[in-house]
């Protein structure tokens, strides 16, 4: 496995690639790579000749008040991780390679990122938007993986491929759980043992509110307040949003007819987390 931090030798590696006619399997990721990520790396090896892993913690996507100082950083651990997997290369840019003197071009959807985590994040997308489509300029793959856990990226994504046209087909992947139902994130690293006990609470409300569905409710906002309801027992918890959305669009449904996303962000303590459920296998 070779890691490179230069955009030109990852270009000659890939032209390489392809000039002998391998598919590349590309997943990026800020790090700090847990089982989640090992899932999109192994399904990536399933399906490609070549994997590629990204590791670059993208300042453009953290608001000024975010954690992008603090975000967890180990690429010792992370490379192991990339050669137990069998990945062939890692890259791993530093921020001026990026992100050269003057750069001011950016992305940006007028749909899809205005509701759930847009709200709260109103530049996110933007800085997301961009460095993957900077990312898959660099490493042209033919399919890049992404986790259902950020699911409104995940649709995001999907959405700029087919308004820019890009070739590259984009595989979204089931979240993984702690055994306790805990959604594996980078972020749980920040919670103590009684925030990460609290955290369970995440999981559970959306479990509440599965069952509702499954019990064959078809109303939103009843779906909404169960959630809300299971949520407000935990006093650790602070609600950012609880919502029901279109999959594909992601805009906020009456009904849960055809395949809804259930999105919930929760601050426990200071840290902020997501999970979802999506009604049918919309992946
Ligand atoms: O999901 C992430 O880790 C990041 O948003 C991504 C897709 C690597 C872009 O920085």
């Known amino acids: 496995m070779r890691i490179y931090e230069e955009i030109s030798k990852i270009r000659e590696t890939v032209r390489a690639w392809k000039q ?39 300042p453009m996507q953290f608001g000024p008040s975010e954690d992008f100082a603090s975000y967890p950083r180990d690429l010792e651990q992370d ?8 990945v062939d290369v890692i890259f791993h840019p530093t921020a001026e390679e990026m992100y050269t003197d003057g750069f001011c071009s950016y992305v940006d ?12 994040r109103p530049t996110h997308f933007r800085g997301v938007q961009t460095v993957v489509l900077k990312l898959f300029n660099i490493v042209t793959p033919d ?30 992947c089931p979240i993984i759980r702690e055994k306790d139902g805990l959604a ?36 939103a906002a009843a779906v909404k307040a169960a959630i809300t309801a299971e949520l407000e027992t935990e006093p650790l918890a602070k609600i950012d949003y609880v919502d ?34 999506i009604t049918c296998n919309a992946l």
């Open 244 to 277: 029901v959305v279109d999959f594909d669009t992601v805009t906020p449904v009456e009904k849960t007819e055809g395949p809804v996303l259930v999105a919930i962000a929760v601050y426990i303590g200071k840290t902020r987390l997501i999970d979802n459920f």
């Open 20 to 58: 002998d006619g391998l598919t590349i399997g590309f997943v990026p990721t800020m790090g700090y790579l847990h089982e989640g990520h090992k899932s999109l790396i192994d399904t990536a090896r399933r399906e490609n000749d070549r994997v590629v892993v990204s590791i670059f913690v993208n």
């Open 109 to 120: 959807m007028n749909g899809l990122t205005t509701e759930l985590c847009g709200k709260s």
């Open 143 to 172: 399919r890049a993986y992404f986790g259902q856990k950020d699911a409104q990226q995940l649709a995001v994504i999907k959405r700029m491929v087919t308004d820019l046209n890009v070739g590259t087909e984009i595989v979204g």
């Open 79 to 86: 490379a192991g991780l990339c050669e137990d997997a069998g």
């Open 184 to 219: 594996k994130s980078s972020r749980n690293t920040y919670l103590n043992e009684e925030e990460r006990k609290a955290a369970l609470i995440l999981h559970k409300s959306l479990e509440v509110g599965k069952a509702l569905l499954e019990s064959g409710e078809t109303d």
